[in-house]
């Protein structure tokens, strides 16, 4: 209750000055995060609120906090001997940093595609069945293999593998790969899907099916996508938000960003004066 | 004196170096300094190296080759009469009483043919000695005054000296190769002089091994005393009750130190670890007789159960706890060569880390530690201090871990162990064991490796 | 069929999906609490091992002496001629003073008490000064073992008295002498300064660390160069071709043969084929180089792989030979790391029995070896002799010998840590 109020008030202050539209829901709201990797600062009182249904992108120079910033909305920062967070992180008014929250249930709601396509060395079927089995999502192996066929038709992948579904996931080129860990993310139905430089590892052509993708996502996911690429930026996302040395700059619908910035830091660097 | 002979070699081999360099620095100082090629330095080593190393190969030669050739020369000028329908192990006898009178260790009196045969056999030692020293010196001169008189401004010495170089260090890289080779070769000559005198069937499927029954001349192999069945289902039996113990303590502790140990633990239990690992076997075998045999011993006792005192069970735990560290830290390594992306890719799917573990490292990672556990069980096949101190000698065919069995390597030492005569069946028997154990440890440890190494590649 | 994308989120709230985190957590534990478990045990049985080492070995590092007042009387020994003199009858008119009451058979009990080459040391004192002839020389001398276990109380005195090696009446004798403060507990030094023996009191390990020592000279001065030289080609030099795989393949099978075949090697060829002298430190360091040949070759091109390449281009770069750039400087930046395994190659070796056994160092020898030509026996065989001795006091001593050949392990793995620490840089 008391979250949800905050999260109110975070959204009417973050309007105010951004100038944003209010009718949009807050999905994940974080307040004053700070992160700490043993004695180095990596991020300086970040909040920020992100919309439901809608891409987020997060820009920013290298080393400047955005993946740091990604990997704490589903604590994969846990995983980091020496890492620790401060400040608050909700999901749906949820407090993803309490106590009482179970790791587990807040991955299987805020899924994560890597930056380089991380396929596990099994079957492309057991590639996508396996969030659903662990989390015991189908009743048989008949409601198993619908998951795994909606949600390759979902990521786009259906067509190119119906016929090899038995084949080790690492075979495929790396665009597809790159899908098929989507597909892995979808499957467990999460709400959110956190994107760590999806594309970086990709060629040109293998990118725009990302973003076609992603484009296609936004409809039933809200959607995180740190990227390197300004273009991409401009590309995919509703809103974005620019990272500078482990400060959020700005946050502003995307197109505002790019035309009209009101920091000096990310006109600086939407010119390409650094970065 | 053989020690003056290659401290002379030093020494000659030393002013070969000092002569060079001094010529050398000579050119250096007369011509024109950019026309000559090398250093004074390698003019120096290039004299050394001919002065040194021909007569230094010379040496150990001459040393090895020095004591059977003198020994040929003894025996051709024994009387016929000493040596007509002598056997082998006869004439041994002989050679080593004049040499024993030589040294002057005389315990009965002796003939005057073997006393005049120590004399003679004294002379040519002496003589030997001599030559060698002498031949030493001769190659020597020889090879530095062809050295010396090839110093030019021109001559490329560094480029010779380099060649010198590689020469000896591709020696010594086959040197690994000799060793095999003489492993293989020595173990396949007495194996096949075993053959000789006892059927390779009646070894490999003969039920029955009693070898000291063939100490006896009349008694000579072909009774089934050299099946060696038993030895090997003994041996299986050890190594499986091993690795029973190693195999999943191994494991499960690279589990924990890959997933749920904190660094801090880790750099502790690690060491800890590394210790057990560098523990001597001997130790080992000692701590098996000392407390874990006669524990368990009185453990059987108070169930109502007996319990041989050179049990199967105490021998093949206490290998196990040898080898645990061997397969935790090949476990540890292979679990690692995972790539922390497959391990972020299933947290991140919401998986726990058992799930992780089980299902996603352990699958990825599970041809490296087959490949570790292969060479556990090479290992316990080869392991020798603690099964002589802990197993027992009798061969005896059970499978019953409280009984007492025998191994390969158990038989190889009380085969071998005091004098050895190069002709009997069971100094020869020993070598026979030796064959198959070479050859099984081999077999796993080419699987292992290829297997290790496919695995690593993978991930590369 | 559902598209996924309209599925709804996992609902968590519902019993069957708290009953099944819970599962899952639960399973989670459980691997946790085996890897707990495993490492506890592993650690555990370590621990018992050391222990039980100490328990039994702690009382070998003391050795029970009786000072004994000996008559050096002219009528045993000669002045002109000390070593020749009756020092049996010597010792016995030592005791006799102590025990004037003793007579008959008792007598022969009553020498019991001594360690066996008692007159020796009382000729070898007498020798040394030859001033107490005539007087009387005052000397402390090993009680035999049986006493030397009863006044350490590893002799239950409430035990039988025909199952223990300790009559009453010489318990009874024994407390006499503390009594009269002529039993003392001092520092075994023995057990580094005599060699073996077969008597328990005066066994020690001097001979084994000797032969121990020389073996590992010898293994180090064959295997080192070698090793090295062999590394340095196949890492720098070498083309990669079969024959090179070869060579690779062959070492690291060779590093993984038991090592008991290498000792069925050295007896057939360096023994029975070249001839050289059985239980001579010199074949088994030649043995045991063999064996860590293939160590120092793996360690040694470890530490080249680890140098980065930019040196040896920078090396080759001003014109230096490949030779020179090897030598000058890929060898010494990798020559800490080459130390470092070389070390515990040699540690390795230095705990290595089954082959020496073979070739025969498992001899009973009195004396170091002068030379590496002469029958030695080394550290880790001398303890198997021990283990395999009847004698109760030899269990102490084998626990005890265990302790310093560890010790000499650990000493040379801290140098090894201390030198990897010290010297090795991170590029």
């Known amino acids: 209750m008391n979250d949800a109020s905050m999260s109110a008030e975070m959204t009417a202050n973050l309007s105010k000055s951004l100038d944003f539209d209010q009718a949009a829901k807050p999905k994940v709201v974080a307040k004053d995060v700070n992160v700490f990797y043993g004695e180095k600062q990596a991020l300086f009182d970040v909040s920020i609120d992100i919309v439901e249904k809608s891409v987020t992108a997060f820009i920013g120079p290298s080393g400047c906090g955005k993946s740091t910033f990604l990997r704490c909305i589903n604590r994969m920062n846990d995983t980091i001997e020496g890492c620790v967070v401060k400040g608050g992180i909700s999901l749906d008014g949820d407090d993803i940093y309490a106590p009482s929250l179970d790791v587990v249930e807040l991955r299987a709601r805020v899924g994560m595609v890597f930056q380089k396509p991380n396929p596990f060395p099994k079957s492309i079927y057991e590639n996508v069945s396996y969030g659903p089995r662990i989390h015991g999502l189908a009743r048989g192996k008949t409601e198993l293999d619908e998951i795994v066929e909606s949600s390759l038709k979902r990521a786009g992948l259906w067509e190119e593998v119906k016929d090899r579904l038995n084949e080790p996931g690492t075979g495929l080129s790396g665009g597809q790969q790159q899908r098929l860990c989507i597909a892995r993310a979808i499957a467990v139905s999460p709400e959110v899907i956190l994107m760590d430089e999806p594309c970086s590892a990709l060629d040109p052509i293998a990118t725009a099916r990302i973003e076609e993708l992603i484009d296609e996502l936004r409809a039933n996911f809200t959607i995180i996508i740190v990227t390197h690429s300004m273009q991409q930026a401009a590309r995919v996302s509703q809103r974005t938000a620019f990272f500078h040395l482990g400060i959020l700059v700005e946050l502003g619908a995307t197109e505002q960003i790019f035309t009209n910035p009101s920091d000096k830091r990310t006109q600086d660097y939407i010119t390409g004066r650094f970065g | ?460 | ?427």
């Open chain 2, 1 to 460: 004196m053989a020690g003056y002979a290659f401290l002379l070699i030093a020494l000659m081999t030393t002013a070969a170096y000092l002569l060079g360099r001094g010529r050398g620095a000579r050119i250096w100082a007369g011509g024109d300094g950019s026309k000559v090629h090398s250093l004074p330095g390698y003019h120096g080593a290039f004299v050394a190296a001919w002065v040194g190393i021909p007569a230094f190969i010379l040496g150990l030669f001459w040393l090895f080759l020095q004591g059977p050739i003198i020994d040929q020369f003894l025996i051709a000028s024994l009387p016929t009469s000493m040596t007509d329908g002598a056997t082998a192990s006869q004439i041994n006898l002989l050679v080593s009483e004049i040499k024993n009178v030589a040294a002057g260790q005389v315990f009965k009196e002796p003939t005057p043919d073997i006393v005049a045969a120590a004399e003679r056999y004294e002379l040519w030692g002496q003589i030997a000695r001599w030559a060698m020293i002498v031949v030493a010196l001769a190659v020597m001169v020889v090879a530095l005054s062809f050295a010396r008189s090839r110093l030019a401004p021109r001559f490329r010495a560094r480029n010779a000296f380099e060649h010198v170089l590689s020469g000896l260090m591709i020696f010594c890289s086959v040197v690994a190769i000799a060793t095999t080779i003489g492993i293989v070769s020595s173990l396949v000559f007495e194996a096949w002089r075993f053959f000789t005198m006892v059927p390779v069937t009646e070894f490999l499927f003969g039920l029955r091994w009693e070898p000291q029954i063939a100490l006896r001349d009349d008694q000579v192999a072909g009774l089934g005393a050299f099946g060696a069945i038993p030895v090997f289902t003994g041996t299986i039996l050890i190594a499986f009750l091993a690795m029973l113990v190693a195999t999943p303590i191994g494991i499960f502790t690279a589990i924990y130190l890959v997933e749920y140990s904190s660094d801090r633990a880790r750099k502790i239990i690690k060491p800890i670890m590394e210790i057990l690992a560098g523990v001597p076997t001997v130790v080992y075998g000692f701590f098996a007789v000392l407390t874990v045999a006669p524990a368990i011993r009185e453990f059987g006792g108070l169930i109502g159960i007996a319990v041989s005192p050179n049990s199967a069970i105490a021998a093949g735990g206490v290998m196990g706890i040898m080898i645990i560290p061997f397969i935790s830290s090949l476990s540890d390594d292979a679990l690692n060569a995972v790539p922390r992306s497959m391990r972020d890719g299933s947290l991140a799917l919401g998986a726990t880390p058992s799930e992780t573990m089980i299902k996603v490292l352990l699958p990825a990672a599970l041809p490296g530690i087959v490949g570790g556990v292969l060479l556990g069980v090479s290992r316990a096949i080869g392991e020798t201090m603690i099964v002589v101190m802990a197993a027992g000698l009798i061969a005896s065919l059970t499978l019953n871990p409280l009984d007492s069995v025998t191994t390969v390597t158990v038989q190889i030492v009380t085969l071998l162990i005091g004098d050895t005569e190069f002709d009997s069946p069971k100094t020869l028997a020993a070598f026979a064991l030796g064959l198959v154990l070479f050859l099984v440890t081999l077999c796993l440890n080419v699987i292992a490796l290829r297997i290790v190494r496919k695995y690593r590649e993978q991930y590369d």
């Open chain 3, 1 to 427: 069929m559902v598209d996924i994308a309209t599925r709804p989120p996992i609902d968590w709230s519902t019993p069957a999906a708290r009953a099944r985190r819970k599962s899952r957590y639960a399973a989670n534990r459980r691997l946790q609490a085996y890897g707990i478990a495993a490492i506890s045990l592993a650690i555990g049985l370590l621990g018992i091992l050391i222990i039980s080492l100490i328990a039994t070995g702690y009382s070998a590092f003391v050795t029970t002496r009786i000072t004994v007042d000996f008559p050096i009387s002219t009528e045993y020994v000669n002045p002109e001629d000390p070593a020749r003199g009756n020092y049996r009858a010597v010792v016995k008119a030592g005791i006799e003073e102590l025990f004037p009451n003793v007579t008959g058979p008792d007598e022969r009990a009553l020498g019991q008490l001594l360690t066996n080459n008692t007159q020796f040391m009382v000729r070898d004192a007498v020798v040394a000064d030859p001033s107490v002839i005539g007087g009387k020389l005052s000397l402390s001398v090993p009680a035999s073992d049986p006493f030397d276990q009863l006044n350490k109380g590893l002799v239950d005195r409430n035990t039988p008295e025909d199952e223990r090696r300790v009559t009453d009446q010489q318990i009874q004798w024994f407390d006499q002498l503390e009594a009269e403060g002529r039993v003392s507990t001092p520092f075994n030094w023995g057990l580094f300064f005599n060699s073996d023996s077969r008597f328990p009191e005066l066994a020690g390990l001097a001979g084994a660390i000797v032969g121990s020592f020389y073996a590992l000279l010898v293994c180090f001065l064959v295997a080192f160069p070698i090793g090295i030289a062999a590394a340095i080609y196949l890492e720098e030099f070498a083309p990669r071709n079969r024959w090179t795989d070869l060579i690779e393949v062959n070492i690291n099978n060779l590093a993984a043969v038991p090592s008991i075949v290498f000792g069925l090697l050295g007896l057939a060829v360096f023994l029975n084929f070249i001839g050289l002298p059985r239980s001579a430190p010199l074949v088994g360091g030649l043995v045991l180089a063999l064996m860590t040949l293939p160590t120092i070759i793996i360690v040694t091109r470890a530490s080249l792989k680890a140098i980065p390449p930019s040196i040896r281009e920078a090396g080759l770069g001003i014109g230096a030979s490949k030779h020179q750039m090897v030598m000058h400087h890929v060898l010494p930046l990798a020559l800490p790391g080459i130390l470092t395994g070389t070390i515990i190659g040699l540690a390795q070796a230095l705990g290595e029995t089954a082959p020496l056994l073979l070739i025969g160092m498992n001899a009973f020898i009195t004396s170091p070896p002068g030379g590496i030509l002469d029958a030695a026996t080394a550290l880790p065989t001398q303890v198997f002799i021990w283990a395999d001795s009847p004698e109760r006091g030899f269990v102490a001593l084998t626990s005890a010998g265990i302790l310093v050949l560890l010790g000499f392990l650990i000493i040379m793995n801290s140098i090894a840590i201390f030198l990897r620490q010290r010297l090795e840089r991170s590029w």
